[in-house]
Structures are given as C-alpha cells and as structure tokens.
C-alpha cells in the first residue's frame, strides 16, 4: 500500500514531462500554422472585416494543424492599419499531469504580418575562387559543395515559404578574380559596346574597341567586366551612354611578355607575340600592333619617342579639318576604311599554345583569361532556375569581395544595370548574403610591368584602384580593396539593404574585421569554422529572412 502511494508522484513526475512536451510541441505547430494562415489572406485583406478574416484564416489555421490533438477555445484576426494581428487560444488535454487536477494546458499563440505582405528580394553573393575547391581537414565536403548545399536548403525553404505567390525572388552574384554579366548582355546599353570609357583605353589605346579585338582574333567574350573608375566602383550609379565613365566595360587581359627560357613561362598569360618595342615594358604591354593591328596606331599611344612613329604621311594623324567622319571616332586620311581602327585592316595573329600559370586557374589563355566564375543570376521568383544556378558554380582563380557585393547592391537595385529589383520602399525587404572563405587580394609583383597581377582593376600601374597609395606592396592592395569592399557595403545599407556576412574556414583579423564591418548588424554577421555547418548558417539566416514577412 505505502508502495502504491510512493508511485503516484513518480508517475506524475515522469508522465508530467510528456504532457508538458506534447504542451511545447503543440505551441510549434500552432505558431507555424498561425503565421501560414496569415500569409495566406494578407494578400486580399484589405477590404474585408475582420469577422471575414477570422473565418478565411481559421480554415487554413485547421487545414494546418489537422493532425494535432489542439482544441482550439479562441481564434481572432484583428486588422489595424496595415497590419493582421492572429490570436490563437488553446489547449492540450493532459494524460499524467490530471493526477494531481491538471486536466489540460494552454497553447497561446499570437502573429502580425503586413497587409498585402511584405516582399523579399534576396541576393546571395558567393565566394567561387579556387580555394572554395579545397576540402577542409576533417570535413566531409569541398567548401565549394557544402555552401551549395546550404544555399539549396535556403531556396527549398523560402520557396515553401512563399508558396507560388511570388513575394520572394532569388538572385546570384557568384565572384572571384572578377564578376560574370553574362554573355548575353554584350549588346545591353550599359556595356560600353564603342569604347567610350577611358577604362576601355587601359593597356591599349583609346578608341581601340576590345570587341572588336576578340573577333579578330578568334576568342569569344565571355561576360566578364572591370571595375568601373571611382566612385563608380562602389557605388550603383545608372550607367549612361552620355557619362562613359559609368559604362561597363568587358574584361580584356593584355597578352604579357614573351618569356626568355624556352622551359616555363615567366608571365601568366602570354599568348601572342611581342610586338618591337615602343619604350617602357608597360607601353610593350599595352602595344596593339601584337593583336594585328597596323604599325599606325602607334600615332595614338600616349607617351611614345616621335622617332618610333611613321612620319612618311603628313596626314597619319587625325585632324577634325581632315577627318571624313566629321570628327566622329579616330577616321581620318582615308575615312574609316584607311583607319588602324578598322578591323578590316588588321592582320592574322598566330596565338600560343594554352598553358597552366596558376594551380587555381582552369581558363584558356588569351583576353579573358580567369574569366570562368558563372554569370550573375537577376532576381527571380523562378526558384528551379535558382536551383540549377547553384548546382552548376565552380570554383577558381583570386579573391575581390568588392566586385562580389557591388553586383549584388546593382542586382537589388531597380535601376540598370539589372532592373529586377523593385523600387526601394518599406514594403519589400532587399536582403544580401555575402560569403567568402578568404580576403580580397590582388598581389604586387616588383618585376612585373604592370606592378601587379591583372584583376578587374587592371594593372596597379594602370591607377584604377582608388587610394591605392604611389608606392605599394601586397598589403597595401589588400588594405585598399578592403577600404572599397567597406565603402559598397555602407551605400548598399544606406539604400535599406540588410545584409548578412558569412566567414568560412578562416581566421584572421582582417577577414573578421570586413565582413563584421560589411554586415547591417553585430548578429547578422555569422562565423563558421566548420564549412560542413554551413548549412546551420544559411538556416539561421533564412529563419530571419521567414520574419521580414512576420513582424513579431
């Protein structure tokens, strides 16, 4: 008998834990079920009463829940403003806990959404360089596949999520050495398709059109662009034709000097050869006649000896009196047909054999060389295409956040280059997703003509990276190309951008410091030492990303 009564607090105690666990289970579904039951009437609220509300909400409310023994004593929908407020009152009846008198518990949950629902725009930008190849010591994947798994979970949940309304788009900047426009884009009006930009002049000469260079010489553009000049390069101004400076101009990798050993190559993409030297090695780097072009156009280098050009016609050079264009392009003498800017004039180049420089780097060599990142997916609601973006990255060549999160602030943006985005306004949140497992780099290199490693900023000694300091080294660069990355990131957040940053397999000071600088906030920037727990970051993320759409 005194065993019998020693029982009952036992059981009570131990049965007491499930019933308050069925409790905690039943508070997770219905908080689920009341914000799906909100989302799926916030699109036509507007005009209805809240006893219409109360009763459409209530159905997708039970619908949900229809496999939980809830009884539900309280279910109310309040609009006020532009907000739905839920109110779900409840119980679960207790198996264990009525020995003692607790014959049920309460399950009360409550949830506010925007009427008409708030829009996400998401942009994920994505470190595809080539140490995202690497598998880390004791996981189990390369970085490369663990964020692609991550970021298909996060395209799986917000597409249940969004639930074929269309109030979520998706886009992709993946990025390395440069960022991929696509292909497809060569004729847009915001490619600088005529060689205005004075980028478009770098290591060449004004005027000479770069695609025209690719034709001639049987290589194809592939979508890759430079770094506009600043403060163009961090910030979304719309490009113009009648400011060629805000164009985009295509990626042309000057062919660099020959090597002076027959056994290995000294320069990383020499693929034509040196033409006779005019002057400095960077002048020779920068000499066209070595892509066929006639020995004439040396009379539009800047910075060439007078005794190396052609003098045998006074009219070589162009004077508006003389041009036959009326003072449009470089057409004199002749007329666009005699012009060392006409591709029709140019001769046959016989091209190197393709050899490997950087263990990173998988590309042909030739104009777009380290051109190989995948194209840049516009937002879209169309989340298989999403899905199949992801699944096709690849990883290779160097680092430049900077270029990655501009093209991610330009693909939230409404105006060109990509008009996807919807204008800014509290009713769509515009989110970026920044990853990068290492720190922009571009490395200085003393014995190289152009200073350094050629990158969407040319040449150091091309000038085009903005507070670069006159005499550099490696650090310098990367102190720099820091200071860009956190100048795109502040105006992206001055737009309302929200963005999260993501750290994967590194430590260090200066990767933590940029991208904790680079996020909107302390908590939405996420380490991840572990690049097989990078689902768990995407997951923390998409979880606060569900939330834009609920408000509490």
Not at 63 to 82: A, C, E, R, T, Y
Not at 375 to 396: D, E, K
Not at 440 to 451: F, I, K, S
Request: charged fraction near 25%.
């Amino acid at each position: 008998m005194i065993f019998a009564l020693c029982l009952i607090p036992l059981v009570v105690l131990m049965g007491g834990a499930i019933d308050f666990s069925r409790q905690r289970s039943g508070e997770g579904l219905a908080q689920d079920a009341v914000d799906a039951a909100l989302l799926a009437i916030a699109s036509t609220a507007q005009d209805k009463t809240d006893a219409q509300l109360t009763r459409e909400a209530l159905v997708w409310f039970e619908n949900h829940m229809q496999d939980l023994n809830l009884d539900i004593d309280s279910f109310q929908v309040v609009k006020v403003g532009d907000e739905l407020t839920a109110t779900v009152n409840g119980h679960v009846d207790t198996a264990f806990l009525g020995l003692i008198g607790i014959n049920d518990l309460d399950v009360n949950r409550t949830a506010s959404v925007r009427i008409g629902l708030t829009a996400v725009e998401l942009v994920m930008v994505l470190d595809t360089t080539g140490s995202m190849r690497a598998t880390p010591s004791g996981q189990s994947m390369t970085k490369l596949e663990s964020m692609q798994d991550a970021a298909l979970d996060m395209v799986d949940i917000l597409s249940e999520l969004d639930n074929g309304r269309g109030n979520i788009e998706i886009g992709l900047v993946p990025f390395a050495t440069y960022v991929n426009v696509g292909m497809d884009n060569m004729d847009a009006n915001w490619i600088d398709s005529r060689a205005n930009s004075p980028v478009h002049a770098d290591n060449l000469v004004e005027g000479l059109n770069r695609f025209d260079l690719y034709e001639h010489m049987g290589f194809e553009w592939q979508g890759c662009v430079m770094a506009r000049p600043a403060p163009h390069d961090v910030r979304d101004t719309r490009p113009r034709a009648n400011r060629p400076e805000t164009l985009f101009v295509p990626l042309f990798h000057p062919d660099e000097p020959d090597s002076r050993y027959r056994w290995f190559e000294e320069y990383p993409n020499n693929y034509a050869d040196d033409a006779p030297s005019i002057g400095s090695e960077l002048l020779n780097i920068s000499n066209p006649v070595k892509y066929g072009v006639p020995d004439s156009i040396l009379n539009y280098v800047d910075g060439i000896s007078s005794n190396l050009l052609n003098d045998d016609d006074d009219d070589d050079e162009c004077d508006d009196g003389d041009d036959d264009n009326l003072g449009e392009g470089q057409e004199c003498n002749e007329g666009w047909a005699g012009s060392p800017f006409n591709p029709d004039n140019w001769d046959d180049v016989s091209l190197n054999r393709d050899y490997d420089y950087y263990s990173d780097v998988d590309t042909e060599i030739g104009p777009g060389f380290s051109c190989e990142m995948s194209p840049i997916l516009p937002l879209t609601t169309h989340f298989q295409t999403v899905r199949n973006n992801i699944r096709s990255l690849n990883a290779s060549g160097s680092t430049n956040i900077a270029q990655g999160t501009v093209w991610g602030y330009h693909a939230l943006s409404p105006s060109a280059p990509f008009t996807e985005g919807d204008r800014y306004s509290h009713s769509v949140q515009k989110v970026m997703i920044i990853l990068s497992d290492g720190n922009n780099v571009v490395r200085a290199r003393e014995n190289h003509p152009g200073g350094s490693d050629f990158s969407a900023y040319g040449y150091m000694e091309n000038d085009r990276l903005e507070g670069l300091p006159r005499r550099y080294d490696t650090t310098d660069i990367m102190d720099t190309m820091d200071q860009r990355t956190l100048l795109a990131c502040e105006n992206a957040k001055d737009e309302g951008i929200r963005i999260f940053t993501i750290r994967v397999s590194l430590e260090d000071e200066r990767s933590e410091d940029l991208l904790r600088g680079c996020a909107s906030a302390p908590e939405d920037y996420i380490d991840v030492p572990d690049s097989d727990r990078l689902d768990e970051a995407f997951r923390n993320i998409t979880d606060r990303i569900s939330q834009l759409y609920l408000t509490r």
